[in-house]
């Protein structure tokens, strides 16, 4: 009877406090697709090279800049000229030097293979052979082609053409029957290491490496 009546207040409570329910949501991009194409571009910024602009009044020219993520990128310059030492201006007018930046590609690709045995449909049988995959691998990549060129605002003489400099980020997700998924990757390493995150295949692969050198 005790145990009878616990139950009933305890379905007493519940009715009384209610229900609820969390509702999630998605951003229009995934985190991961903006993440290819931020280290895309940070990679892209690391190899640019960029006039003597230390001490000079500096005009950075977005208008020919047509790119998804532009912001990003623009302040990426940003940074990048003032860590040269460039003064910025806001107007081009009163500038010695005006860098025109623009993109020859910014975005995101997708490759999805895997090795196994497709599934079948048996002629004259309703028989239906299910997929059989024993080793799959998807992988995400996310390139930036950008392009500097630099000239003296007064007179408009060139003084340095960056040409175009390319780079790719990557991040792959692999499974063997079924076991999985194992992550790697550029975008995957930037993750783990700012983060401070390790992530199974890591683990694994710092395991097989420790054995090796203990033996």
């Known amino acids: ?24 949501t998605d951003t229009a991009r995934t985190g991961m697709e903006q993440l290819l194409i931020s280290n895309a571009v940070d990679q892209t910024m690391n190899k640019t090279f960029l006039p003597d602009v230390a001490g000079k009044k500096v005009y950075l020219e977005e208008k020919y800049l047509n790119a998804v993520d532009k912001g990003y990128i623009v302040g990426s310059m940003r940074r990048k000229l003032l860590n040269a030492g460039a003064m910025l201006v ?3 007018e009163g500038s010695e030097i005006t860098i025109e930046l623009c993109s020859g590609g910014v975005g995101t690709d997708n490759v999805e293979s895997f090795i196994g045995v497709p599934g079948l449909t048996v002629p004259g049988l309703p028989i239906e052979l299910p997929e059989v995959r024993l080793y799959e691998k998807k992988s995400q990549f ?4 950008l392009s500097v060129v630099a000239y003296d605002t007064p007179s408009g003489q060139l ?8 780079a790719r980020a990557d991040d792959s997700n692999w499974s063997v029957l079924g076991i999985g998924p194992f992550q790697e990757g550029s ?9 401070g995150d390790t992530d199974f295949t890591a683990r694994v692969a710092n395991a097989v490496d420790f054995g090796a ?3």
């Open 142 to 145: 996310g390139t930036a082609k």
């Open 90 to 92: 806001d107007a081009k």
């Open 159 to 166: 003084v340095y053409d960056g040409n175009g400099t390319l």
């Open 187 to 195: 975008v995957r390493n930037e993750v783990n290491r700012q983060t």
């Open 213 to 215: 050198k203990t033996r």
């Open 1 to 24: 009877m005790k145990r009878l009546m616990f139950c009933f207040s305890l379905l007493v409570c519940a009715v009384a406090l209610g229900c609820s329910s969390t509702r999630t």
